[in-house]
């Protein structure tokens, strides 16, 4: 037996030892953030996307700058925008050769939820992707060169190494604060960073499945030229006798913060009578926290994403519309906002639109003066982006972005738009299949006709490309 030891614990050795199991740079793994970004000198612009790894089949998640130029092949290129309306009847262009050479891939840590673009005036531009996985980060990654990445805090390219944790923190009390799962992520005029966090933090940390736990949730604001936080960066969206959950996405105008509501089943009853919807937090005085009461006007059950049309030319001169996706019912609640340079703003419910299955994130097409800006929506269940038109009053357009298999649906997720003359072209992170969508409107005045014209990427729930997911089922 002593003859045998010391090969049994060479073999336990190397049974314990974990093959490496880096994310592939050819394709997209449950693509999630997007940001579109027009380039001088090129002709269809950069991409950037962040692939959240939700299966965990490999280490890390990345972030990649995507020439569209050069995705594709000899002969099988991204169509232009220019040409899109020329032949409606055109087949779906499918591209799977991403071409990514090195410098425009960096790894970052899994389950990244949506991206924010930083263009600074004095510095390179600035992406900033929140992950909820191990850790609770929130990455900074430089853009020197519009497809070059850097990570910040790291010289490498594994932007791990200088990655910024919201839970673990010096100066916590009973574990909090902490912003546990970071999701929603934007930037705002100052260069302030402002994240949201699905779940409520409860108090002490691991106590919300034992029952008992105090539960908070905040926002977090942190400085976007330097990775730093601190206690005080954490703004409590509690409002007592209200309820409270998890917070979505997060949209910073001038003044003000929108915050949305996750429904959070540790934290609130499924029965109780209200809802977080939105709350909204006042920069100049942050212990300021102002709840619409939203919920009173439409039972939602909670909300995703938000938009704000753009502030008048003349100040006071018009209101403004804020846009929020919201589920249980799935809809698109339409809220007038007032007075949202001054000390009262006043949000009021005006109108709701029933959308497809599992509306997630809302972006708004502005369509020159006089005509107001299209709304898109990603319906993720559904595995359509619906197109809302507001001079018209309803849904226009639902563009399926790809095949449901069985009860799997593509997941759109993260959208953003190129705009050209009066043409829009729209990307969808398909977060189900692995690929973005590429949704052409060629004329803004015919939403109607929106149609997909082509994939980027490889399918991830095909092929090989699920190989990994096979092995874990």
């Known amino acids: 037996m002593r ?30 953030g997007i940001h579109y970004r027009s380039v001088a000198g090129s002709t269809r612009g950069i991409l950037y996307v962040s692939s959240a790894n939700f ?6 998640g990345t972030v990649m700058a995507v020439d569209l130029d050069r995705v594709g092949t000899e002969g099988n290129r991204l169509p232009l925008l220019s040409e899109s309306g020329a032949n409606p009847a055109a087949p779906v262009v499918t591209i799977e050769q991403l071409n990514v050479p090195s410098e425009s891939l960096v790894y970052i840590q899994s389950y990244a939820g949506e991206l924010a673009y930083w263009e600074r005036t004095d510095a390179a531009p600035r992406l900033f992707v929140p992950a909820r996985a191990d ?36 100066g916590q009390t009973q574990d909090l604060p902490r912003a546990p799962a970071p999701f929603g992520v934007d930037v705002g005029a100052e260069g302030d960073v402002w994240v949201t966090h699905l779940s409520a933090a409860d108090s002490p940390a691991g106590s919300a499945s034992t029952g008992g736990a105090v539960f908070q949730s905040y926002v977090v604001r942190l400085p976007g030229d330097e990775p730093r936080v601190t206690t005080s960066d954490f703004f409590s969206l509690s409002i007592p006798d209200l309820p409270q959950g998890g917070s979505n996405s997060v949209l910073v105008d001038e003044r003000y913060v929108f915050v ?28 300021r926290l102002l709840d619409p009461g939203l919920d009173l006007s439409f039972a939602a059950n909670d909300s995703r994403g938000l938009a704000l049309t753009a502030r008048p030319a003349v100040s006071g001169a018009a209101s403004r519309r804020l846009y929020m996706a919201v589920r249980g019912p799935d809809s698109l609640l339409i809220v007038n906002v007032e007075g949202s340079e001054g000390d009262s703003p006043r949000l009021t419910v005006v109108g709701s639109v029933p959308l497809p299955l599992g509306p997630t994130e809302v972006k708004l ?84 006709d929106a149609r997909l014209v082509a994939y ?5 729930d095909v092929g090989q490309s699920a190989t990994c997911r096979e092995v874990q089922q």
């Not at 299966?55 to 890390?60: I, L, M, V």
């Not at 980027?456 to 991830?460: D, E, S, V």
């Open 55 to 60: 299966d965990r089949c490999f280490d890390q």
């Open 456 to 460: 980027l990427g490889a399918r991830q």
């Open 3 to 32: 003859i045998l030891l010391p090969s049994l614990a060479l073999f336990l050795v190397a049974c314990s030892e974990v093959e490496p199991r880096p994310p592939p740079t050819d394709r997209f793994v449950y693509p999630s």
């Open 135 to 170: 850790g609770d980060f929130l990455h900074y990654i430089d853009v020197p060169e519009p497809t070059r990445l850097a990570c910040v805090g790291s010289s490498g390219n594994n932007c791990l190494e200088g990655a910024l944790s919201l839970t673990q923190l010096p």
């Open 365 to 448: 097409v502005p369509r020159g003066a006089g005509r107001a800006e299209l709304v898109l929506i990603s319906c993720s269940d559904a595995g359509v982006v619906a197109i809302y038109d507001p001079d018209v009053g309803q849904v226009v357009a639902q563009v399926t972005v790809g095949q449901i298999r069985g009860t799997e649906s593509p997941r759109p997720f993260g959208l953003d738009v190129q705009r050209e003359g009066n043409s829009a072209r729209i990307f969808a992170s398909n977060f189900g299949d692995g690929r973005i969508s590429v949704i052409d409107i060629p004329n803004l005045d015919s939403p109607q």
């Open 260 to 287: 949305s509501g996750r429904f959070d089943g540790y934290v609130t009853s499924s029965s109780a009578a209200r809802r977080f919807l939105l709350r909204v937090l006042d920069k100049t005085n942050p212990s």
